[in-house]
Each structure stands twice: as structure tokens, then as C-alpha cells.
């Protein structure tokens, strides 16, 4: 069965550079969340999309931006990075802002050197 | 807030051993719990849930009550396999109106590790 997936598996950046993280749900799911996890750390809850709209919003940085596209997938945009970005970034889809379990890609290991 | 309170770990067991992580919440409303599991270089995967008070969650194996009365959602397995190492989550997210209800809230996670 088709999973989230999530593009580049790995980043490295240096400070004040910019990344930009992408995942691609499960195909049908209308809802995308992004979650942050530093190292040692639970995940923490950054932002999620329903139906191409932001449906919430958690401890987002104002650095950081993202959007959902007209095929459903989604895009962190992370803009003068600091070290302590580094991160394993998680992006989950489910149906219908969640009624339904959540999915978790594999995550995006960035690197802030 | 609403926030998840998880044993620390590491937990190190012999194969076939009883396990318990316990777990905790704390949040206004009416939650629904979790218990997600992470294998290493994996994502998240729900082991299992349970929506309302005094429902166990199942999988694998592994069960865990809702309990409000002590707020807490413990994980158990009668008999561990080497397979089972991995890091739990539990997690919760609310039910209640203007919820988004896939917002979870995360524990600290446990590792455990299972040796034959």
C-alpha cells in the first residue's frame, strides 16, 4: 500500500541558509500535518492543511512557512536557519482532518551546521 | 494545556518478558488516546487507540486501557519478542468542538530494547 512520502530523507544546511521539505500523502487523504522533533524530544505539532486551507497551527516558527498544493501535497519552507532546526521533520496525512488514524512519512533528518 | 507524561526510559528485556510503559495526560475535554510506535529509520505507526473511558486498545499483541479516573493509558504485552524493540509514543489528541483531531500531543517516547 502506498505511504507518505517524504523528500530528501536527509539535509545538511548552514546557518541562515534556507530548506525546503516536501511530502506527498497518501493518495485520497485531504489532511497534511508537519511535525518537529528534535533530538532526544517528543514530536511537536508545527502546522497542518485540510483541503488545501491551513486548518491549525502549533509552535511554528515565523521563519518557517509552508502550503498545501492543488495535488494535495505539501511543502515546509524553513528560511534562516538556526541551529537548533535540526530536526527530524515528520509529515502525516489522514482523511477528513484526522477522523481517520494518522499516517507518518519517514522524515526529513535536516542538518543545521 | 493538554500534555502527555511518559516513564522514562530505556527499558532493557529478555525475551518474553512482561512489559509495562506507563503514561499519563493531563488535557481539558474529552481525549482520545494513543499509542504510536517508531522502529528505527521509521516513522510513526499506530500500534493502537481508544476514544473514550474503560476502552482497551489492542494490536499485536500489545493492549492498553483508558482510564480517567487516573488519567492514564499504560502499555502492556504479556510476553515481549526481540522484534518488539522500537520507541513508543503516547500520544493524545481532543474530541471536543474546534478541535482539529489530528493534533497529537506527544510523550517523551520510551525505548525499549529486548534481547534474546
Known amino acids: 500500500a502506498a505511504g507518505v512520502i517524504q523528500s530528501p530523507r536527509h539535509l545538511i544546511k548552514e546557518k541562515r541558509e534556507t530548506a525546503t521539505l516536501k511530502c506527498y500523502p497518501i493518495p485520497r487523504h485531504d489532511t497534511v500535518y508537519w511535525y518537529q522533533q528534535g533530538p532526544g524530544q517528543d514530536p511537536q505539532f508545527l502546522i497542518s492543511f485540510y483541503e488545501k486551507m491551513q486548518s491549525d497551527k502549533g509552535s511554528i516558527p515565523d521563519r518557517f512557512s509552508a502550503q498545501q498544493f492543488s495535488d494535495y501535497h505539501s511543502e515546509l519552507n524553513m528560511s534562516s536557519l538556526e541551529l537548533g532546526d535540526s530536526a527530524l521533520y515528520f509529515c502525516?496525512?489522514?482523511?477528513?482532518?484526522?477522523?481517520?488514524?494518522?499516517?507518518f512519512g519517514n522524515g526529513t533528518r535536516l542538518t543545521v551546521t | 494545556g493538554d500534555s502527555v507524561t511518559q516513564m522514562e526510559g530505556p527499558v532493557t528485556l529478555s525475551e518474553e518478558a512482561f512489559l509495562t510503559i506507563n503514561c499519563t495526560y493531563t488535557a481539558t475535554g474529552y481525549p482520545s488516546l494513543f499509542w504510536y510506535v517508531q522502529y528505527p529509520g521509521e516513522g510513526l505507526q499506530l500500534l493502537l487507540k481508544?476514544?473514550?473511558?474503560?476502552d482497551k486498545g489492542s494490536n499485536k499483541g500489545f493492549e492498553a486501557t483508558y482510564r480517567k479516573e487516573t488519567t492514564s493509558f499504560h502499555l502492556e504485552k504479556g510476553s515481549v519478542q526481540v522484534s518488539d524493540s522500537a520507541v513508543y509514543f503516547c500520544?493524545?489528541?481532543?474530541?471536543?468542538?474546534?478541535?482539529?483531531?489530528?493534533?497529537?500531543?506527544f510523550g517523551r517516547g520510551t525505548q525499549l530494547t529486548v534481547w534474546p
Open positions: 481508544a476514544t473514550k473511558a474503560d
Open positions: 500520544a493524545l489528541t481532543r474530541l471536543d468542538r474546534g478541535s482539529t483531531l489530528g493534533r497529537l500531543y
Open positions: 502525516a496525512s489522514s482523511l477528513d482532518r484526522g477522523n481517520s488514524p494518522l499516517h
